[in-house]
């Protein structure tokens, strides 16, 4: 069926097509990681990022254009991971604000939004690298416009776009030399180019099968915890996502003040924030009927989840129930209860819990910003994969000036943490102060390599302990211990005072002592720090100052 139009119903099943066909092959886009490290996620990050969007289009009861244009955006926004899912949500923003306030848009009209998304994407990102998604994404878009004329329909430009996609994610091996070095394409290009087949088959009519879906890190409750004899202590953990709807208020000048004021009358750990016409909230109340009551007239419930926190009370740490207001707050992203505990006890008020494998949504970091009374937050993403959806969450927030740090391992974060001086009235001498101390720590990791390649002329064999400090990879030894002092040798140890370890969860005490006992036989001079990090993908976490 050749179509010369495009409208909401349509744009809706292709995005679910894409959706699918993604969810297919996630596993593949995984294992395009350039590093050969148990650590690839680029693929869980977009399908996280696109279930977002459909979960949110899977609320709106009529599928105009407008409304499946707007509610894509505001879910990929908020869902976004990592930074192929931020650059995808920015690419799917940028197409749906051409659509707003349509009913129906010509190919033409298709072909202007595909290049504003595009434009949007590019402007996501501080320094564009060439050889990625943005270059897949540019790269199709340019040749699939420059070949609209009369004739065009919706199934022949997707047909140029993914004829396109599939050229330019060839040839980013020979744009970025840590492609070619690796024998991958990009990871984020190939999961675009696999929404954009989804798309596709869809305007073709066909079926896509539905894949496996991403795995949830989150376990359920003990429920043994709770019994016909218990006392309800702790209240229930409130959380509701509100459609404001016109006919029960302004929806667009609603002020959610309104609502946490409310909340706030009731509970503890309130949350609540607005995005477009959507209220997200959450509350610890010994009432959630109250709000579910005060909620309702203002508009209709999405989701909503009401968790009983006696049953929840061993797995979470309670929030005070009242934060004083103060100048500044820190926000820090952690993996392995060690490193959360340190940050937190050299003064981060808030841990998300993410790095790889686990990167966090613009949404989690919006949710602890609000935990937060302060005028100004520092936020340390501790993952270059994690910046971009701490800097998106920030372009959102407004209730405190929020300051993204480019912290990138455990190492910037420590020295970070361990520089700021809250006394200062100065925010840009604090942030000086902050990156002073990041340039003067390198961070080096250990973990086992999952398949074969050659990086920096160092050959690498699937289950060999590989380390590297940033992207140099150092040594790939099948000795953990060999691997790890290689690490020290080329992190110039014999230049540095102090060296700090970060030990994973599956590091035995045999295994560290082993390691501490070699760098004094070899290092007699440097003060070595041993700290339990328990951490899930590296081995080892080692910082040099």
Same mark, same amino acid.
């Given at each position: 069926?050749?179509?010369?139009?495009l409208?909401g119903n349509l744009?809706?099943?292709m995005?679910r097509?894409?959706v699918?066909?993604?969810?297919r092959?996630?596993k593949?886009?995984?294992n395009?990681?350039?590093?050969?490290?148990?650590d690839?996620?680029t693929?869980d !990050?977009?399908? $996280? @990022?696109?279930?977002?969007?459909?979960?949110?289009?899977s609320?709106?009861?009529n599928?105009?254009?407008?409304?499946v244009?707007k509610?894509l955006m505001d879910? $990929?926004?908020?869902?976004?991971?990592?930074n192929s899912?931020?650059?995808?949500?920015q690419?799917f923003?940028?197409?749906?604000?051409?659509?707003?306030g349509?009913?129906?848009?010509?190919?033409?009209?298709i072909?202007?939004?595909?290049?504003?998304?595009?434009?949007?994407?590019y402007a996501s990102?501080s320094?564009?690298?060439?050889?990625?998604?943005l270059t897949?994404?540019?790269?199709?878009v340019?040749?699939?416009v420059?070949?609209?004329?009369?004739d065009?329909?919706?199934e022949?430009?997707?047909?140029d776009?993914?004829?396109? $996609?599939?050229?330019?994610?060839?040839?980013?091996?020979e744009?970025?030399?840590v492609?070619?070095?690796?024998?991958v394409v990009d990871?984020?290009g190939?999961?675009?180019k696999?929404?954009a087949?989804?798309f596709?088959?869809?305007?073709?009519?066909?079926?896509?099968?539905?894949?496996?879906a991403?795995a949830?890190s989150l376990?359920g409750p003990d429920?043994s915890?709770f019994?016909?004899?218990s006392?309800?202590?702790y209240?229930?953990?409130?959380e509701?996502?509100?459609q /404001?709807m016109n006919a029960k208020?302004?929806?667009?000048?609603?002020?959610i003040q309104?609502?946490?004021?409310f909340?706030?009358?009731?509970?503890?750990?309130v949350?609540?924030?607005?995005?477009g016409?959507?209220?997200?909230?959450h509350?610890?109340?010994?009432?959630?009927?109250?709000?579910?009551?005060?909620?309702?007239q203002?508009?209709?419930?999405?989701t909503?989840k009401?968790e !009983?926190?006696?049953?929840?009370?061993?797995?979470?740490i309670?929030q005070?129930?009242?934060?004083p207001?103060?100048r500044?707050?820190i926000v820090?992203?952690?993996?392995?209860?060690?490193?959360r505990?340190l940050?937190t006890?050299?003064g981060?008020?808030?841990?998300?819990?993410?790095?790889?494998?686990?990167n966090?949504?613009a949404?989690n970091f919006?949710?602890v910003?609000?935990n937060?009374?302060?005028?100004h937050?520092?936020? %340390?993403p501790n !993952?270059?994969n994690i910046i971009l959806a701490?800097?998106?969450?920030a372009?959102?927030?407004?209730?405190?000036q929020?300051?993204?740090?480019?912290?990138?391992?455990?190492?910037?974060?420590y020295?970070?943490?361990?520089a700021?001086?809250?006394? !200062?009235?100065?925010v840009?001498k604090?942030i000086?102060d902050?990156n002073?101390a990041?340039?003067?720590?390198? @961070?080096? %990791?250990?973990?086992y390599?999952?398949?074969?390649?050659e990086?920096?002329?160092?050959?690498?064999?699937e289950g060999?302990?590989?380390?590297f400090c940033?992207?140099?990879m150092?040594?790939?030894?099948?000795?953990i211990?060999?691997?790890? $002092?290689? /690490?020290?040798?080329?992190?110039?140890?014999?230049?540095?005072?102090i060296?700090?370890?970060?030990?994973?969860?599956?590091?035995?005490?045999?295994?560290?002592d082993e %390691?501490?006992?070699?760098?004094?036989?070899?290092?007699?001079?440097l003060e070595?720090?041993?700290l339990?990090?328990?951490?899930?993908?590296?081995r080892f976490?080692?910082t040099?100052e």
């Amino acid at each position: 069926m050749a179509r010369k139009f495009l409208n909401g119903n349509l744009f809706a099943k292709m995005f679910r097509g894409g959706v699918a066909y993604l969810r297919r092959h996630v596993k593949a886009v995984n294992n395009m990681n350039v590093f050969p490290v148990p650590d690839g996620d680029t693929g869980d !990050n977009m399908m $996280m @990022t696109m279930e977002g969007g459909a979960k949110a289009l899977s609320r709106v009861e009529n599928e105009s254009l407008d409304s499946v244009a707007k509610s894509l955006m505001d879910g $990929m926004l908020l869902g976004a991971r990592g930074n192929s899912g931020v650059i995808l949500s920015q690419f799917f923003a940028g197409i749906s604000n051409e659509f707003i306030g349509r009913e129906e848009v010509s190919v033409a009209d298709i072909g202007r939004a595909l290049s504003n998304g595009v434009k949007q994407a590019y402007a996501s990102v501080s320094s564009p690298t060439e050889g990625t998604i943005l270059t897949v994404a540019r790269e199709s878009v340019d040749y699939a416009v420059s070949r609209i004329n009369a004739d065009s329909t919706v199934e022949s430009l997707f047909q140029d776009l993914v004829t396109e $996609m599939d050229a330019s994610l060839k040839r980013t091996p020979e744009i970025l030399t840590v492609l070619k070095e690796a024998g991958v394409v990009d990871s984020g290009g190939s999961g675009l180019k696999y929404i954009a087949e989804g798309f596709l088959k869809i305007l073709k009519g066909e079926e896509i099968e539905e894949g496996e879906a991403v795995a949830s890190s989150l376990g359920g409750p003990d429920l043994s915890s709770f019994g016909p004899d218990s006392v309800m202590d702790y209240g229930y953990c409130t959380e509701l996502l509100v459609q /404001l709807m016109n006919a029960k208020t302004d929806t667009e000048t609603f002020d959610i003040q309104t609502i946490k004021d409310f909340l706030e009358s009731i509970g503890d750990s309130v949350v609540a924030y607005k995005t477009g016409t959507i209220v997200k909230l959450h509350v610890h109340t010994m009432r959630p009927y109250k709000v579910l009551e005060f909620c309702h007239q203002f508009g209709e419930f999405l989701t909503l989840k009401i968790e !009983n926190m006696s049953v929840q009370h061993n797995q979470v740490i309670e929030q005070p129930k009242e934060k004083p207001h103060k100048r500044y707050g820190i926000v820090a992203v952690a993996n392995g209860d060690g490193i959360r505990n340190l940050y937190t006890k050299l003064g981060a008020d808030e841990i998300v819990s993410g790095g790889q494998t686990m990167n966090p949504s613009a949404q989690n970091f919006l949710e602890v910003f609000e935990n937060i009374n302060a005028d100004h937050i520092f936020v %340390f993403p501790n !993952n270059s994969n994690i910046i971009l959806a701490a800097r998106q969450a920030a372009k959102i927030y407004e209730n405190a000036q929020i300051h993204v740090i480019e912290s990138k391992s455990v190492g910037d974060c420590y020295a970070a943490l361990s520089a700021i001086n809250v006394e !200062n009235e100065d925010v840009d001498k604090i942030i000086n102060d902050i990156n002073e101390a990041m340039s003067e720590v390198e @961070t080096g %990791f250990v973990t086992y390599a999952v398949r074969n390649t050659e990086m920096n002329g160092i050959k690498v064999h699937e289950g060999d302990y590989i380390s590297f400090c940033g992207k140099h990879m150092i040594a790939s030894e099948p000795e953990i211990l060999d691997s790890a $002092m290689k /690490l020290l040798e080329g992190m110039n140890a014999s230049e540095r005072d102090i060296v700090n370890i970060f030990y994973g969860k599956s590091v035995s005490e045999e295994l560290l002592d082993e %390691f501490t006992e070699r760098i004094e036989e070899t290092y007699p001079d440097l003060e070595v720090q041993t700290l339990n990090g328990g951490q899930e993908v590296y081995r080892f976490i080692i910082t040099a100052e």
